[in-house]
Every structure is written in C-alpha cells, then in structure tokens.
C-alpha cells in the first residue's frame, strides 16, 4: 500500500538526510539511527550515504542500520558499511513469497538464484544470522507455495555452511500474514482465513522442525492469523465497522495491539452485535472477494491512482497466477511512465539523483 499511495518516488537529498540524522541524534538523545524509507537500499545515492555517515559516526557510540534490504549482493557491501560501528547483527531480506509463482504474482522479480547468491555473499562476508520476511495468505497461494519457503531456507543454510565451511549459520524464517489493503491492485482480493492461515504455518513448522539436516539451524517467527482478520476487518471496513471498534472498547477492548490484551472472541462478538439486521458479518469484510462493479468504501477518497489501472494490475495477477501470463511490471524510475495515474493526477514528477554530492566529515565541536 505504501507502494501504491505514496507515489511517485520523490527521493531526499544526502544532504537532508545526513541533517536528520544529526539533528535526530542530538535533539533526542538517541544513539541508534535506522534508515527507514520504504525501499532505502533504491536510494540513487545509498553508497555514499551509507559510507558518508559511517565515516562521520566511526567511533562514536551512534549505530547505524538498513533494517530490511531487497536481495541484492550490493545490500550486503551497505551493510558492511553500517555495521563498522556496531555489532554484525542480522541482515534482513524479504523476498516476500516462498515459490517463484507467489513472488511473480505480487510482481517481486526475486529468483531463487538471486537470493542464494546474495546469502553466499552475506556468510562469506562474516554474517552469521540471515533473517527471510515472507507473507503468509497471498492470492491464490496453496499450500505447496507456503511449503517452498522451508526448502528456501534449508538451501540457505545449505549454502552458508558451504561458503564459511562451518555449522553455526543460522536463518530466521519471519513470516506475516498478508491482509488486502484499500489504494492498491489486492482491494479486491479475497483475505485468507484464519484457520487456514494456521494451518499453512503449522504445516511449514513441521516441515522445517523434522528436518534432520538443517531444523535445527532454521528460526521460525510467525503469529496465528486471528489478529490479521481484525487488521482485515479495520483495513477495508466501512463506517458500519465504527459501530464495531465502539462496542469492543465499550466491551473493555483496550490496547489490541498487543499480543496479551487482544481477544478475537471480544471482537466477533462485537461485530455480531453491531452488524446485527445489516445482512453482512465480518467474512464479508475480509474473506469475501470483490467485484469491478463494487463500490468501494474508501472510493470517494483520492490517491491519484487510476481505479481502472489497479483493476488492470489485479487481473494481470491473476493471469501471472493461472500461468496465462508473464508481465512483470518494473519499477517506472527506470522504465517509462506505464500511466497509473498519480503523475498528472497530482501534478508531480518523480525526482532522482543522482547528485553526485558527498558528505563531509562532521566539525567536531
Ligand atoms: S504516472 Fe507514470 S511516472 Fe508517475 S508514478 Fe505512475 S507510472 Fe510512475
């Protein structure tokens, strides 16, 4: 969504950011700097920004971090440039879906040799702990799709063991379940059920817990799919669903967010009560798929992004799914304009470097 509704990529000078990041630093009090855009790693300039900031904050107690990366060998070289000050953590990539289908359908051009290269490169380089982001309940994925990212991740640590020549490599499998999100290609798209998003989960964790070889090697973070249903229900309610959010906190519903205060039964039986004579109960928010003719709630609200566009994208996926297509559609920093709208909907352009500016080093006072 963020993707989508914050279009087109407007990015901020080094400058800027080496300003923010100072300014964070002494105005706050904080001493760990994490730079969190959307995509960081895309930035024109991130090589001198990562080194220009490693070389002002070296030796001091600042920590600098790319919290998530895209599977890219040239990520791991920033991150050698973030971690001079610190420790070697974990790096973090997200190839996001477990096959090769689910990550074309989400149009994350992410090959399987992509990704155990740049893991080769990670290991090789002294990392010890990789971190893999998946998502759990994309459209159409079946259990097999889920079940792929257990063989991803034992050819990880296949492949670590290789590169270093030793046993104590390890990968953490994080995975979140996907909920459809309003301003983007999936509004339309059928949520996957909490029951099933269970049982896809437990499946892989069994798959990767029997392994003799690797189980032991391969961490697994994942949280059951009842809060994702009422993240669902949030995300793509209408205001009937305000009738609902009132009733749990009238119910004693306070900070849902966390895990030890949220209870789902709080939740359905809420919307039983407010969404009772409506017609509609909370599958029809979330697990029910939409139609082109449908009036969406949040229509009236402008993103500048062409409805007509996001449908086109929506049907694209689903062709990408069935195998009766194989568009991939890259990114418009550096392919020409493909028309979703936003440009001259909202009279803006996208603005690049690169500059060719570098930082220097910081007085010290
Ligand atoms: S209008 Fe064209 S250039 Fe602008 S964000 Fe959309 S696709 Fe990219």
């Not at 599977?71 to 070289?77: E, G």
């Not at 059951?224 to 004693?252: C, F, M, N, T, Y």
């Not at 082109?292 to 996926?317: I, Q, T």
Request: hydrophobic letters at 35%.
């Amino acid at each position: 969504q963020a993707g989508m509704i914050t279009r087109p990529v407007r990015e901020r000078s080094i400058e800027t950011i080496a300003a923010m990041v100072e300014n964070g630093i002494r105005k706050s009090g904080f001493e760990e700097v994490g730079l969190l855009s959307l995509s960081s790693a895309d930035h024109t300039e991130i090589g001198e920004i990562a080194k220009g900031l490693a070389d002002r904050y070296e030796g001091s107690n600042v920590s600098l971090s790319l919290p998530s990366t895209r599977v890219d060998a040239f990520n791991i070289t920033l991150a050698n440039e973030f971690s001079r000050n610190g420790r070697r953590s974990g790096l973090t990539f997200a190839p996001e879906g477990g096959s090769e289908r689910m990550r074309k359908v989400i149009n994350k051009m992410v090959s399987e040799e992509d990704l155990i290269r740049t893991v080769a490169a990670a290991y090789s380089h002294g990392w010890r702990q990789v971190k893999l982001y998946f998502m759990v309940g994309l459209p159409t994925e079946t259990d097999e799709d889920v079940l792929q990212v257990a063989d991803l991740a034992k050819k990880v640590i296949a492949k670590g063991r290789e590169v270093t020549g030793q046993n104590d490599i390890r990968c953490t499998v994080s995975i979140g379940g996907f909920v459809p999100k309003p301003h983007t290609p999936f509004q339309w798209a059928a949520q996957l059920d909490h029951e099933t998003t269970d049982r896809r989960l437990k499946k892989l964790r069994d798959v990767v817990r029997e392994d003799k070889r690797y189980g032991r090697a391969i961490g697994f973070r994942y949280h059951d799919g009842k809060p994702g249903i009422v993240e669902g229900l949030l995300s793509r309610g209408d205001r009937r669903v305000g009738a609902i959010i009132e009733q749990v906190w009238r119910d004693g519903g306070r900070f849902d967010g966390w895990s030890e205060h949220f209870s789902y039964d709080r939740w359905m039986t809420a919307a039983s009560l407010a969404l009772a004579g409506t017609g509609i109960d909370v599958d029809w928010y979330t697990t029910r798929e939409r139609d082109y003719d449908e009036v969406l709630p949040w229509d009236h609200l402008d993103s500048g992004l062409d409805k007509d566009w996001l449908w086109g994208d929506w049907e694209d996926a689903l062709a990408v799914a069935d195998g009766s297509s194989d568009v991939e559609i890259e990114d418009c920093r550096w392919t020409p304009c493909y028309d979703c709208g936003v440009c001259p909907e909202m009279n803006t352009e996208i603005q690049i470097g690169p500059t060719g500016h570098t930082l220097l080093p910081l007085a010290v006072v």
